[in-house]
Structures are given as structure tokens and as C-alpha cells.
């Protein structure tokens, strides 16, 4: 079970994860040095992986091209499907890989410059893996929310900027 | 082609009656001019949540509308919301109001407050009004013909009435107490003995207390305490409540007002003749809000609260020194260091570096001093509000021969 303190330090980072260690101490109440302390032990354990920037692709227009990828697989005795979605995961073009219930069993998401590229990795690097019995893929065609983040725009709400 | 603004006849008699030409008009419309005709502010001014109310309760909205439930409800309300409203008034304060006899919905708690004062005063009869106050209140008594009377709260007392204000304040003339806590502008809510107090003060002398709780849901600091938890005072309490802040539904209009039978039933008198019924739609939104809008209250809530300690840290460390706001979503430091009336300060801080607060005197006399900042506003904006802030504050110390604070360091 993570620590009080440590649940509350996460909740501010995922908001923001430019506040400083002093600033997140300020918005909880709590001592500048404790929740320092907290942030690189959490760091140093792997509880914080890292600090990423939110970027719309809708606007940033870089022309990549992402496939959802429907994979069936056959699990190993002794790894369930732990080794299969290894061999998958160490791709760096996969972004996301999901043990899923259902019809399938991984589901992947993939990233490339082009419908050639995706297309040559389904062709030559997924399919062929022996475990892999079948594939269906998805090409992403907008993404409306990403992470808990709304992409498309929105005229938003207008407040008066002076009321009683 | 020409249009005259006279009027087409020339009577004797002014248009406008006597009481409305001579109400003041609100210091915050004056100060709303001067922001809209500027670019790139930074708006500390604003006085409703910054949060799109909450999906679930929309849809609710939308799938009123798509039901075709377009008509008018009944005046008090639709029974399904009243008999919610009784539920959270029971699970918040653990008295019960009668949904049919003792609640009545409104249109915001705004048109509560007028009704509760038509309904009450006689002319030349006297309602007591804190000062600094939600702009509303003494302007609403003098349309109903009543006079305000103002009484100081002040941080000292944790800008709470004190029992002596009030026993000074109090004639024969007096039939109620106005009071709004969490309180906006100061951000000051009230404890248990406070409540008491006045509880008691209020029974003495046989006042009705109007009490505008709709803040206080968003309390930070204990348990939130309405004065409908207290049995004693319920013949003389008339509840205001509303889904604005709370809830983030301040377009939707709708509030509330739970009382005694009697004063209910006549303040439905007015209602009907004047309103007929709150919008059906946001009605229909609200049983949901009540039913299952906890949670995300709950998270809004928890924002306010780490924005709150944000702006109290950084006001109090540049000299603007504030009492930690309890409740709302304000803050109300004072800006006496500085040397600037609270006029000046807003006007030139708008003027020099764009942030817009609102004067304290917007509130009443009582807020000569200080100015209104609210926290209903994205931790950036605050954060770069607060550097403007501070950059203003230095300017303006500098020229008036005082020490300088420490410059403000991004923490």
C-alpha cells in the first residue's frame, strides 16, 4: 500500500509534473524537505518513471502514422503470455502493449512514419513470431482524448471576467 | 436615421422610481467595464467555478430536453428534486425539512434572497447585514423597502460578527439577520460556538436569521456546520442554498430555500406570481447532481483547497497579509501596506500589469483596504497572476519609501 503522503504528492505531480518539490509542499501543507524527500525516493524506487510533456498530435500535423493491433496469441506453459508479449514490447515502435479479455488477447498500439512501415511490421516482425496465430489492426484515424486529456478543440466556456 | 433616447413625452414624473435611481450601482459593474476593454488579463475577479459543470449532470440536462420535458414544473419545484434536497439536508445537518411543506426551489439562491426579503419587510422595517457582504444583500432589502444595517466583521474576529456588533445593531425595527458563511468575499466560515452564538442572539430577539450557505460544501477546514443542524434556531432559519458553486452550475440557475412553513408557503406566493417554476431542465440536472455528483464536488473541492494554500502562502510572503481562507473559493488580503486605497490598487493593478481583483469596497464600506482575489482560477494563472501581483507590490512600495519584501522566487 503507497503512503498517504505519497498518494497526495502523485495526485499534484499528474497534474503538473513542473511543480517543484516546494510548490507541491505549499498545495498540500506538508514540509518542502518531506515531499522532496518522497519525490526522489519514489524516483529511485520506480514508482515515478519519469516526467513527459502532453502534446495534442492533432496539431502538431507530423504526419505519424498509429495502428491498433489485435493480437492472438498462444500462451507458453510456465509464462502465460508474459514471454510472447516481450518478444512484442521490446519493439520500439510499440507504444502500448495490453493483456486484454475478449476476443483477443494483446492488444498493441504502434507507432510509424507511414502505412508501409506498419504494414512491414505486422508483415515480417509480428506475424511471424510462432506464438502469434492471428492479427486484425486498426489505423487510427483522429484522436478525440488521450490520457485523460481532450484533444479536439473546443470553444470552451467563456466566464466574465468580473462577477459579484 | 436618428433615434431620440428622450423619452416621446415629457411628463413631470422621473421614469425610474426614487428607490431604484438612487441604488447604487454595483462598484463591480464599474470595474467589469474597465477589464473587458482590455487584452491579455488575468482575471482574479471572477466569481463562479472555473470547472464545465459536471458531465453526468449535463447529460441529465440534455436527456430532459431529449425526453421532451419542456414544460413547466410545479412552482415549488419538482417533488423529485425537493425530496432530494430533503435527503442531503438530512445527511448534511441530520434535521429533516418536509420536501411538499418546507423547501422551495428557485431560480439561483439570488431569487431566494429577494423573496425571504419581500416576504418579510415592511417599509422602514431594518435587516442586519454583515460588512464586507455579497453585493446583493443590502441592495435587495431597500427594493423590498427595508433599510440595511451594517455591521464590521473584521480578520481580528476572523471576520465573524461579534455578539456586541450585533446587540448594538439590533432596534425594534429589526425583523432579520443576513449572513453568508463561507463568505464571500472573505473567505471566513464559522465554528460551532460562533454558530451557537448567534443562534442565540437571534432567538432572543425573535429575528428571522437568513442564512446563504452556498458555499459550504466547499469548507477546507473541519467539518462544514449549517445552522440547520441546530434544532433550536429552525422556526427562526430560512436556509438559502444553490448547485452554482458547489456543483459548478451557475449558468444552470438554480437554487433553494428550506425553512418554516409559513415563510415558505408566502415566499412561494411571490414566486408564483413572478417566476411560475426554475428551469425544468436544470432541475431534471440537479436530481442528478445530488444523487451522484459527491465525488466530483469532492475532487473540486480538493482543488480549491491546494489553490487556496497557493495564493495565501504567496499573498502573505509578499506583505499582503490574508487570513487562510476556511471556505468559498476567495481570498481577502489587505492591501494597506501598500499605502493605495482598494480602488486604486485594483485600477492601477489592472492598469500596470493586468491581473484584475476586485476592490474590496465593492463589498461595503468595511472592505476599504483590501481587494477580492478568487482561487476559481487554473494554478497557472494564479501562479503568474501572484508574479505580476508581487511585481506591482515592489513598484508600489518603492515609490512610497517602504522597504522592499524579499523579490519573489519562482519556488
Known amino acids: 500500500m503507497i503512503s498517504s503522503i505519497r498518494k497526495k504528492i502523485l495526485e499534484v505531480l499528474e497534474k503538473d509534473a513542473r511543480l517543484t518539490p516546494r510548490e507541491a509542499a505549499i498545495l498540500l501543507s506538508e514540509d518542502e524537505n518531506l515531499v522532496a524527500g518522497e519525490i526522489a525516493a519514489m524516483e529511485a524506487e520506480g514508482i515515478i518513471l519519469g516526467y513527459k510533456t502532453i502534446v495534442n498530435p492533432e496539431r502538431v500535423r507530423d504526419d505519424k502514422v498509429a495502428c491498433l493491433i489485435e493480437v ?26 495490453y493483456l486484454v479479455s475478449g476476443g483477443y488477447d494483446l492488444l498493441i498500439v504502434i507507432e510509424g512514419q507511414s502505412l508501409r512501415e506498419i504494414a512491414d511490421f505486422v508483415i515480417e516482425k509480428l506475424s511471424v513470431l510462432p506464438n502469434v496465430r492471428s492479427t486484425a489492426s486498426h489505423f487510427l484515424l483522429k484522436k478525440y482524448k488521450e490520457l485523460g486529456t481532450i484533444l479536439v478543440e473546443s470553444d470552451g466556456q467563456e466566464r466574465i471576467p468580473v462577477s459579484p | 436615421m436618428k433615434v431620440s433616447t428622450l423619452p416621446q413625452t415629457q411628463s413631470r414624473k422621473p421614469r425610474v422610481n426614487q428607490t431604484v435611481a438612487d441604488l447604487p450601482p454595483s462598484g463591480i459593474r464599474r470595474f467589469f467595464d474597465l477589464v473587458v476593454s482590455r487584452q491579455g488579463v488575468i482575471s482574479l475577479g471572477v466569481g463562479e467555478p472555473d470547472f464545465v459543470t459536471p458531465w453526468h449532470i449535463c447529460e441529465a440536462g440534455i436527456h430532459s430536453l431529449e425526453s421532451g420535458r419542456t414544460s413547466y414544473t410545479s412552482n415549488s419545484g419538482l417533488l423529485a428534486l425537493r425530496e432530494e434536497i430533503a435527503q442531503y439536508l438530512e445527511a448534511t445537518t441530520g434535521n429533516r425539512y418536509d420536501p411538499v411543506k418546507e423547501i422551495l426551489i428557485t431560480v439561483g439562491a439570488s431569487e431566494a434572497v429577494d423573496l425571504i426579503f419581500r416576504t418579510l419587510l415592511e417599509p422602514g422595517d431594518e435587516v442586519i447585514v454583515i460588512d464586507p457582504s455579497f453585493v446583493a444583500y443590502p441592495a435587495l432589502v431597500t427594493l423590498a423597502g427595508g433599510i440595511p ?73 473541519g467539518d462544514p456546520i449549517s445552522f440547520a443542524s441546530l434544532p433550536a434556531v429552525r422556526n427562526h432559519l430560512v436556509l438559502l442554498h444553490g448547485f452554482s458553486k458547489a456543483w459548478a452550475m451557475t449558468g444552470w440557475r438554480l437554487g433553494f430555500a428550506a425553512g418554516p412553513p409559513d415563510l415558505i408557503a408566502a415566499m412561494t406566493k411571490i414566486h408564483q406570481y413572478a417566476i411560475m417554476c426554475p428551469p425544468t431542465m436544470a432541475q431534471h440536472a440537479a436530481v442528478e447532481a445530488l444523487k451522484n455528483g459527491h465525488k466530483e464536488v469532492e475532487s473540486m473541492r480538493l482543488e480549491y483547497d491546494r489553490r487556496r494554500r497557493f495564493i495565501s502562502h504567496h499573498l502573505n510572503r509578499m506583505g499582503l497579509t490574508c487570513m487562510i481562507p476556511q471556505g468559498a473559493f476567495y481570498v481577502f488580503p489587505s492591501i494597506q501596506s501598500t499605502g493605495l486605497s482598494s480602488q486604486e490598487f485594483a485600477e492601477r493593478l489592472l492598469d500596470e500589469y493586468n491581473v484584475a481583483v476586485v476592490p474590496g469596497t465593492a463589498f461595503g464600506e468595511c472592505g476599504e483596504g483590501y481587494i477580492r482575489c478568487s482561487y476559481a482560477t487554473s494554478l497557472d494563472a494564479l501562479r503568474e497572476a501572484l508574479r505580476r501581483i508581487e511585481a506591482f507590490v515592489t513598484d508600489h512600495r518603492s515609490t512610497t519609501g517602504e522597504t522592499n519584501p524579499p523579490p519573489f522566487r519562482e519556488p
Open chain 1, 72 to 97: 492472438s496469441v498462444q500462451p507458453e506453459r510456465g509464462h502465460g503470455f508474459d514471454k510472447i508479449a516481450e518478444r512484442i514490447y521490446r519493439f520500439p515502435e510499440v507504444r502500448s502493449v
Open chain 2, 149 to 221: 444595517v451594517r455591521i464590521a466583521t473584521r480578520p481580528e474576529y476572523g471576520f465573524a460578527p461579534r455578539r456586541e456588533d450585533l446587540d448594538r445593531a439590533v432596534s425594534p425595527r429589526t425583523r432579520a439577520l443576513m449572513l453568508n458563511y463561507p463568505n464571500n468575499p472573505t473567505g471566513a466560515a464559522l465554528s460551532r460556538d460562533q454558530i451557537e452564538e448567534i443562534a442565540d442572539f437571534v432567538t432572543r430577539n425573535d429575528l428571522i436569521l437568513i442564512s446563504d450557505e452556498i458555499y459550504l460544501p466547499l469548507t477546507y477546514e
